[in-house]
């Protein structure tokens, strides 16, 4: 855990937000409900516990059943949750008080659970608002139905002031990144380490995954192994490495506090590119390091993904696979058919942070508009960026048979693709490169000590054993 | 998965049970909600996914999102799931249909998923029985109201007929059982060959829970690795590996077919155990001998505990630790202050099968009531055996200071014990030895090809480097 402080900060700030938000008197409640276990078979065989994030953020203790509420009238904060009983003891040993918990993080009154309930239900009766955030877990949603509240109604004030204040990266999280890149870095070596054709992709992600458990509280997401790169989210491993295929590790690392990575390399599972593998590698290279230097405070990362998506469709040009006039292919998104996802997301206590508030919230400015374009359409973080924001700089190249036959089928491309050409890559799969970036005051950093080999000599380099 | 005929046979032998218990056109249907994927963070960030047990027993297929429904008036069997859209392609590759799966379990009909609420409804309406087993999980909870099911009222009927095929493990299951038991031989020689003075506890368990998402689906339970293994379920990891120290380590792996193992082995931290661990040690260990020499068809379970008990109590009394007649003492329960907590379990598919089906369905004979006292009335298994079944033996010894005091004061062990001799416990720890054991037709063997060192002589060789 952080200083009591930070967490007290960080309240004030949610409180005076939400006080601007509304008058006395007329403010009400802002009720947290932290995670409970989640049971992976029956109840009392479980996931490993993961808390809720904003949780996390504003109340800082990493256990069990706690809630907590803070009344934006009168500004008292209590935090709910239950001491336990001899027969606990025996199952899990001495443990601090509630009253204890809640002090360590700058809150002086607690309560047993029951009566959180009883305080949401006596406000409801009293006609006070309550504002909660959405559900992301099963528990959370029937928890708000109990209580008397509509889950698919959240606190749009209270999701905004929250995104307010979680998009800007205080120097102790940032601190925290850099100790989770750092852990990522090492998660990617142990992959590029264990490469080896013949074996099943399964052992590398247990001794990926192993390290993670080893060294930090997990997989910051479900790490993704694949050598059908163009099958974007691929959670199967049951493949054995093949000689001669691209592989597309997307993968990262959550530390012990709960900051994650999100890092992706894409591998020649020989040690060696082709040289087609090669041409599009350097693609794909070339526009994660030009993504990154139009990274700054005041740019919009909208303008970003469009820019590194020009750049991508110039050097598909060169190499015959589209045709034409690139300002109209950038207007019309033909990039779609080949990176159908967004340039980067906001990475902070979620490795997509706060994607359950409402992407568009989280990611877009009051007066950008989401693209209905593949791709652009896909991108979750559009903002002009300020100091403290952290992304992801993760372009893509991908060969995805059933996508181009669709577009060629319904003439999606108005005639730029050269389908003649592209026939050549429908065994090619995909590559996707990505850093975890943070604005400065005056540019950008990629977190970590170290960044992770991506120039195709580099990476030739890095895997000679 | 298993072969197709397998699926057949088990449905085949619950519609029979089933049409046992009440005459036709009254049996309604019988409805099995699979699992879908558990939010760890945000909706679509979630834990690894892990189908439900029951589901896998007589479904077999391994996706999330799927639902079924057996007619039990006429044995029609459907299965409702949806097939990818193109959308999905780009993130998840082409998929088998619905159709070819649910044939490749033996079912010739499918439906989409809201084909499933419509079809209750419908039998709702008409007045239908539907059965339906207890929901270990908050979606199948939210599931099961949104069906306009009451979630506190599951079918016994269904509870019991399942319960009655899963006890007794196929031949196909148990070479499952066989292997997931050689994986977990292989984690715990992980554990054993990394316990070095000074490094972090959790170092240990990621090289063994990495070692069980190499090879297997990943860790049956929690990892339990404790140097206070008087705390029975303690999952925090965060203390520096120390001279003199027990380490209670009680894991398993889950094979890729979702069989589990779950074997406890308990270590000396420096390689040796003093004369004062090796006492108690030696106690445990040879009541685990005892309980298997005692396993075999016929016998009530409950007895094998209370005998073990006993055991375990004149060994105690040998060191001066409790004191008078030993009828007496296991008459009232005085192992409970040392073992507080059952002689085994039922494994299967779950690490402690269908636990969330009622303990006293899965573990008790009609005729037996469970007992109140600590320990023995926490035992899970307690029926007379049949070949076929599988079951945990793990006695052990723990010295609970706030345990120990709350008899002191409380008068619980009616003299029995001698509280100046434990005081030179309290700081001693706890200690388990589990095995894992199948019932044969005129015995019991334990699963796996090799059996984790126990005597005390060869754990100490085993810790040798």
């Not at 918990?101 to 607690?110: E, F, M, T, W, Y």
């Not at 820019?307 to 300002?327: F, N, P, Q, Y």
């Not at 903002?383 to 003439?411: C, M, T």
């Not at 050409?421 to 996707?432: C, P, S, T, V």
């Amino acid at each position: 855990m952080f200083n009591k402080e930070v967490y007290e900060n960080r309240r004030k700030a949610l409180i005076s937000k939400m006080c601007a938000a509304a008058a006395e008197g007329q403010r009400g409640l802002a009720i947290f409900i932290g995670n409970v276990d989640a049971p992976a078979q029956y109840k009392d065989n479980c996931y490993k516990f993961r808390q809720d994030s904003t949780w996390l953020y504003f109340w800082g203790l990493d256990n069990p059943g706690y809630a907590a509420i803070i009344d934006l009238d009168n500004g008292v904060e209590i935090i709910y949750a239950d001491d336990i009983e001899i027969g606990d003891i025996i199952w899990m040993g001495p443990q601090p008080s509630v009253s204890s918990l809640a002090a360590s993080v700058g809150v002086d009154r607690s309560a047993p659970s029951d009566a959180f309930g009883k305080a949401v239900s006596e406000a409801i009766a009293h006609g006070r608002r309550i504002h909660f955030v959405p559900a992301s877990r099963y528990y959370n949603v029937l928890k708000l139905r109990e209580l008397g509240l509509d889950d698919k109604k959240p606190s749009v004030d209270l999701i905004k002031a929250i995104i307010s204040l979680r998009l800007i990266k205080e120097p102790c999280e940032i601190a925290q990144l850099d100790d989770a890149c750092n852990l990522g870095y090492e998660m990617h070596t142990v992959a590029r380490n264990n490469v080896r054709i013949g074996i099943l992709e399964q052992e590398i992600v247990g001794k990926m995954d192993g390290m993670t458990l080893g060294k930090g509280w997990g997989v910051s997401f479900p790490t993704i192994l694949s050598q059908h790169g163009e099958t974007l989210h691929n959670h199967l491993h049951d493949k054995i490495v093949e000689p001669g295929k691209l592989m597309v590790i997307d993968a990262g690392c959550e530390n012990n506090m709960h900051y994650p990575s999100d890092h992706t390399r894409t591998l020649p599972t020989s040690g060696k590119f082709t040289s087609k593998q090669r041409d599009i590698y350097q693609i794909v290279c070339d526009c994660n390091n030009y993504a990154f230097s139009q990274t700054r405070p005041g740019v919009a990362y909208r303008d970003v993904h469009i820019k590194t998506m020009r750049m991508m469709l110039e050097r598909l040009s060169a190499l015959d696979i589209v045709r034409g006039d690139i300002d109209s292919m950038v207007e019309i998104g033909i990039a779609g058919l080949f990176q159908p996802h967004g340039l980067g997301h906001a990475i902070g206590l979620d490795v997509h942070d706060m994607e359950d508030y409402g992407e568009n919230f989280v990611g877009y400015d009051e007066d950008q508009t989401r693209s209905s374009q593949l791709g652009l359409g896909s991108l979750r973080m559009a903002r002009r960026l300020v100091p403290g924001n952290v992304i992801s700089d993760e372009p893509g190249i991908y060969f995805i048979p059933a996508l181009i036959e669709l577009w060629k089928k319904e003439g999606t491309d108005k005639g730029f693709v050269n389908y003649a050409k592209l026939e050549e890559y429908y065994d090619f799969g995909g590559i996707r490169l990505e850093d975890d970036v943070l604005v400065t005051s005056d540019g950008a950093r990629r977190l970590g000590d170290q960044r992770l080999p991506i120039e195709p000599d580099e990476v030739e380099e890095a895997m000679k054993r």
